[in-house]
């Protein structure tokens, strides 16, 4: 609630002094003098709920200097805020000059018991604050000047100072002198910080500047891939497959059920058809979300610790039924010892690349054929090494160097009637890689693939290489 009132509080005064950043201000000035209005309107209502109860023990105590002396004071505060003609830094100048001759005020009448002190050192904080470091230095400058008046009046008696009877020389000058000493101190210390802070807030908005930058960078050459002949007669050629297929068993099957009993016990098949070929679809447009990101660059390592051995099992046993249905052995043959199965890399990414790999050796396996997933530690213990083998149809000699090209496919004739997006090792490739590792491929045409790879066990956190 108070937070509330003070934000409508003081957008109100902004709207009442008509308030507004300079077209050549640059931003620490514009920023020192919002401070200077949020000091301003904040420092009235204090200062009345200071002077009532200083006006009347001034009253009670016959102190009429005092009362007169902040009755000033307050009235000139008031006349800064309601006065919406008078600039910024004539406000600064009249404010600081009040705060400074209301101390001195207080300390040639009431003494060193006064509160001056504290004025002083709180207009020397605000005016460092409000108007930078050379303004500080300068209001220090005022007040030793101003003790030491006090000190020549207070040694060769020109006034007669009554709050000071009975105080030695010596100890006003020590006095004076460390006030002096502290009060610089602190405008030294607080000019320090600002500076840092401008400094900082510099670093901040050339950052946002190269963020804009590097974002139009990536933004033309996304434009320039969508422009490309090669990207867009790739795509066309490899993913229409994709796309119509689980498209015709979608619209087929909804068809049917618009028309057909839902009690009936072949309802839940065709539910089945729907599910399989909506997710066919949903993988093949991931997976091409996925390589244009990496492609851009646009994709990071997000660290986790996490237990290999768990995981794997996991994938083999999500992945088993698919084996089962093609009648293949799928045999899983994990030597990371347990001491060892803790890992600190991307979970979703050893996944993904895992995944990929396993369902193409189930892929193009025919039935009855192996895929054997083997997994150890290496000899330095600092990465996991992965053999995926399988007894498919194998990869020519020549095609080896580009089966891990985006969108590109061995079975481009569709001899074995087998189709895919061909970004799947794309990304498995891609994914290893971003995880401290490689991915080897070994094959010989009729009589299967061998997949190598590994991943670091405490990898740090970097991006991909587009």
């Known amino acids: 609630m108070l937070n509330k ?13 008509r308030f507004s950043r300079k077209s050549e201000q640059d931003e620490l000035s514009y920023f020192r003098d919002k401070l200077f209005i949020s000091i301003l309107i904040l420092i009235l209502p204090l200062g009345v709920m200071s002077y009532i109860p200083s006006a009347i023990t001034a009253i009670l105590l016959g102190k009429w200097f005092v009362f007169f002396a902040d009755t000033l004071a307050i009235c000139i505060i008031a006349f800064l805020f309601f006065n919406n003609k008078m600039g910024i830094n004539t406000k600064k100048k009249v404010f ?11 300390i040639f009448y009431i003494g060193l018991k006064s509160s001056s ?12 604050l409000f108007s930078g470091r050379k303004a500080g230095i300068k209001t220090v400058i005022f007040i030793a000047f101003g003790y030491f008046m006090m000190a020549i009046i207070f040694y060769f008696k020109l006034f007669d100072l009554k709050a000071y009877i009975g105080e030695r020389f010596e100890v006003l000058v020590i006095v004076f002198i460390n006030n002096t000493l502290f009060i610089l101190m602190t405008v030294f210390s607080v000019s320090f910080l600002i500076r840092h802070l401008h400094n900082a ?65 072949d309802f839940k098949e065709y539910i089945s058809v729907i599910e399989g ?13 996925t390589i244009s990101k990496i492609e851009a660059g646009l994709v ?9 051995n768990e995981t794997v099992e996991v994938i083999y046993k999500s992945l088993l039924p698919e084996a089962k249905s093609k ?41 009855g054929g192996n895929v054997v997933l083997s997994c150890n530690l290496d000899s330095d213990e600092t990465q996991v090494q992965f053999m995926l083998r399988d007894t498919g149809i194998g ?52 009589e299967g693939t061998t997949f190598l790879f590994n991943i670091d066990i405490d990898l740090k956190e970097k991006a991909s290489q587009s």
């Open 117 to 128: 002190g504290l004025l002083l050192f709180m207009l020397s904080i605000l005016v460092t």
């Open 395 to 446: 990869i020519p000699k020549d095609k080896i160097e580009t089966i891990f090209n985006p969108f590109y496919q061995v079975d481009v004739d569709n001899k074995n009637a087998l189709h895919g997006s061909g970004i799947g090792l794309s990304i498995s490739k891609a994914y290893v890689e971003m995880l401290g590792g490689d991915l080897i491929l070994e094959s010989k045409v009729g």
């Open 277 to 289: 070929s909506g997710q066919e679809l949903l993988d093949s447009m991931t997976d091409i979300m």
């Open 327 to 367: 009648k293949i052995h799928f045999i899983l043959n994990n030597f990371i010892p347990k001491w060892g199965s803790i890992v600190n890399s991307d979970l979703d990414k050893f996944k993904v690349a895992l995944e990929h790999l396993v369902e193409n050796a189930i892929k193009y396996t025919p039935e």
């Open 201 to 265: 807030l510099l670093k901040e908005n050339h950052l946002q500047e190269e963020l804009i930058e590097k974002h139009k960078v990536v933004i033309a050459a996304k434009e320039n891939a969508e422009q490309s002949d090669r990207l867009k007669t790739a795509f066309l050629a490899n993913i229409s497959h994709e796309i119509r297929t689980p498209m015709y068993g979608i619209l087929g099957c909804a068809g049917l059920l618009k028309s057909y009993d839902i009690n009936d016990g």
């Open 5 to 17: 009132l003070w934000t409508s509080y003081h957008q109100w005064y902004i709207r009442y002094i």
């Open 300 to 308: 990071t390592t997000k660290i986790s610790t996490f237990n290999i």
């Open 96 to 106: 600081s000059v009040n705060l400074f001759l209301l101390s001195f005020a207080l």
